[in-house]
């Protein structure tokens, strides 16, 4: 490594932890989300919450209200239903068509829709099915009286259900290293409003050694707590490579909107207004997946989703390159402008 860039390196480095703030708040941040994780619980909740649309509802099929170990949440349309479905809040919904009881009948065969979220079980999706065969069976005594048509609304994952703490693993990888925006936008921030960046640039430093140093420094200390708190969660247990590449990229996008937050912050207090501002942005795919259908298709612009979704993958499904490379392509792309970007908005402070 260049001596200047190195010798940069090292006096940011000193300058950080220096700060008592933000060598007190890595330290805690990193113990508090390790200890959340673990006092999350490591099993899913299987009681069935069921959503029922049934404008006429035959008199057997009536017993699904009654049935043990089922809660019975009634939608006046199947809209609503499929909604409340996609969203997480049931476990299945059923939709009876308005004609079930005149087509029992008649003889023929009613379609009833059975709707599951993507992380339902097979065994769910089993279960409900078999009681609406044994309902139909019971009203008209015909073994095949009726059709069901199965959806899987959102993504099939194949019936995996994953606790909760684990999907929080997202959330916690990027709130780690969401923190060094702050403290790199603040260590620059300081340097600006000292003069000690210009006085750097008056030496034989060039400029681009002067970023190069910032960058290595933001990108080491993101990317090295966020290989610690996965390897203690349990994120580099399946497909470390694809996932230390992840956490690295992640590592760039958060250097590049460090320089951004630098670039437009006057003093202290406005790198720290800024900072919450863009973390809140950054965290709300995370959101997604812990409270899944709680974000709409516009969070894929956000450069972090691609982080978050490409986490997700790897480390709760055993994802591979083939799964998660467009991701990885796509934050790259992002990390590229953003630090290019960032890199040209506070040049223009140093003149």
Do not use: C
């Amino acid at each position: 490594m260049n001596p200047r860039v190195s010798a940069l390196v090292a006096k940011d480095l000193m300058l950080y932890f220096r700060n008592r703030f933000y060598a007190v708040i890595t330290v805690l941040a990193l113990v508090f989300f390790i200890a959340i994780y673990f006092l999350m619980p490591s099993s899913v909740d299987e009681e069935l919450d069921i959503g029922l649309h049934a404008p006429e509802l035959p008199p057997v099929f009536g017993l699904i209200q009654q049935q043990e170990g089922f809660k019975i949440t009634n939608f006046e349309n199947e809209e609503a239903l499929e909604n409340a479905v996609n969203g997480g809040q049931f476990n299945a919904g059923i939709s009876l068509p308005a004609d079930i009881v005149e087509k029992l009948s008649l003889g023929l065969k009613p379609m009833i829709t059975l709707y599951f979220p993507s992380t339902a079980p097979e065994e769910i999706k089993d279960s409900i099915t078999v009681l609406i065969k044994e309902l139909a069976y019971l009203q008209t005594e015909q073994a095949a009286a009726i059709d069901i048509d199965i959806e899987v609304l959102g993504p099939d994952l194949l019936g995996d259900q994953i606790p909760v703490r684990d999907r929080m693993r997202p959330m916690l990888a990027i709130m780690i290293i969401m923190f060094e925006i702050m403290g790199l936008a603040s260590l620059i921030s300081e340097e600006v409003e000292q003069g000690t960046a210009r006085a750097l640039l008056v030496t034989p430093m060039r400029v681009t050694e002067f970023f190069t140093a910032k960058a290595i420094m933001g990108v080491g200390l993101a990317f090295v707590q966020a290989i610690v708190i996965m390897g203690i969660i349990g994120g580099l247990s399946s497909q470390p490579l694809i996932m230390l590449t992840t956490l690295f990229l992640g590592g760039i996008l958060v250097t590049g909107i460090g320089f951004l937050v630098a670039s437009v912050a006057k003093n202290m207090m406005s790198v720290m207004a800024w900072g919450v501002l863009a973390i809140i942005l950054l965290i709300m795919p995370a959101l997604g997946v812990l409270f899944p259908g709680t974000i709409s298709g516009w969070i894929q612009v956000l450069p972090s989703y691609y982080l978050v979704d490409s986490i997700t993958q790897v480390s709760n499904y055993g994802s591979g390159w083939g799964d998660v490379g467009d991701n990885l392509l796509i934050l790259a792309g992002f990390n590229i402008v953003i630090l290019w970007g960032g890199i040209m908005l506070l040049r223009r402070k140093f003149r």
